[in-house]
């Protein structure tokens, strides 16, 4: 029998942020350290969704490469038989079961995820607490741009992304909570429709179980405590990048906005989410770490964030300059070959049925 596949992406239109470890790299190391042998995993770059908003494309290549990087160097094995990583845009499937899944998406379900930014933009920090989409929004707008088609589109994209790899588990951020419900709801549309399909990724619930948190993760700005942590250029301050030099990190941690409580104590992200949001990623990056705060003020508290911070930076950037950009480069190639036949077996079945091919 195949073995069951977890599976996430990464966009690669900018760099990696603590966000993004947190919440889709270190839950990816962790799970092929928990399962090796057991699952497949395949870790992905999709650059055909990098610019659904404005980018520099000049520079879109080798960010790539360089986001490809940092998952070894955060720790993903990729000597690990079992374990695949791609480009998207080299396999010319994902494109080709987007058109044929667009067909079956209906206009008024990503309308609901469009209008649901609009309302979240009018809305302010709740609405905006679901969904990443309204930090695209905003960039566009600063841009000066309007929406182009891709935005609208993408989840459907995501969507073949997921589903031609059969893959169960998805871990992801909260932020993409709502693609992978509509991932799932499209699966079991086409299923009812042509038979067994798709694979259908776990519930969310049952996601959060098997990556070992209750909820996705969701890190938010060390500026504005109510948004999360985004790639956004309007947000300097409350990011932290993984590029950061440590002490300009340290900087930030210490700076980072709370509230006039003098003790750590055992903070909510409904009263105090700042420092919460400390809290929380002091228990990601080192667990155990948090165990005696609760009495520290919030000086001592935040030297003791700041310094696990730029140790883990130190750590990664250590790391990073030691990958091996050939093997890498090997290992990637060999991975779009054997991912490329698997994609295609799956649009084929999906052709079949939809009439596109002989049965
Ligand atoms: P992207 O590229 O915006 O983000 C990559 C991953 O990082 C997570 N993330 C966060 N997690 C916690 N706190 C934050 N502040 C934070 N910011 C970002 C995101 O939730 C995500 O897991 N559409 C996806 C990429 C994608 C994908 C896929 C993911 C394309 N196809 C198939 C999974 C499976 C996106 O734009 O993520």
Request: with cysteine; glycine share 6%; net charge negative.
């Amino acid at each position: 029998m195949n073995k069951e596949v977890i599976l996430t992406g990464l966009r690669s239109n900018d760099e990696f942020h603590l966000g993004n470890y947190l919440g889709a790299i270190l839950p990816m190391v962790k799970l092929q350290q928990k399962h090796a042998g057991e699952y497949q995993l395949n870790m992905f770059i999709p650059d055909l969704h990098s610019f659904t908003t404005p980018i520099d494309h000049g520079t879109l290549y080798d960010q790539t490469h360089q986001n490809l990087k940092v998952f070894v160097a955060a720790g993903l094995d990729i000597d690990q038989p079992d374990t695949f990583i791609y480009r998207q845009s080299y396999i010319p499937a994902h494109s080709e079961l987007t058109w044929i899944l667009d067909c079956f998406t209906y206009l008024g379900e990503l309308n609901r995820m469009t209008q649901f930014k609009d309302k979240a933009a009018k809305a302010g920090n709740d609405a905006e607490q679901i969904t990443s989409d309204i930090e695209r929004v905003k960039e566009m707008m600063l841009a000066g741009g309007t929406a182009n088609v891709g935005l609208f589109n993408y989840p459907v994209l995501m969507a073949a992304d997921i589903l031609l790899y059969g893959a169960k588990y998805v871990p992801v951020g909260e932020d993409q909570r709502q693609h992978l419900e509509f991932t799932r709801d499209l699966a079991e549309r086409f299923n009812k429709r042509f038979g067994e399909m798709f694979v259908l990724p776990a519930t969310i619930k049952e996601q959060a179980k098997f990556v070992g948190t209750q909820e996705p993760v969701r890190i938010r700005s060390l500026r504005n405590p109510d948004r999360k942590m985004s790639k956004s250029i309007d947000d300097p301050a409350g990011t932290i990048m993984l590029s950061d030099k440590p002490e300009e990190a340290a900087k930030k941690i210490m700076t980072a906005t709370t509230d006039n409580q003098a003790k750590v104590g055992s903070p909510d992200f409904e009263s105090r989410p700042g420092i919460a949001n400390l809290l929380q990623i002091l228990k990601l990056l080192s667990p155990g770490s948090e165990a005696n705060v609760s009495e520290m003020n919030y000086e001592d508290f935040k030297q003791l964030v700041a310094k696990n911070v730029s140790a883990f930076l130190s750590n990664l950037h250590a790391k990073l300059k030691a990958v091996d950009d050939r093997e890498l480069m090997q290992k990637l190639e060999a991975d779009e070959l054997a991912m490329r036949q698997v994609a295609e077996a799956t649009l084929l079945k999906v052709q079949k049925a939809v009439g596109l091919r002989p049965l």
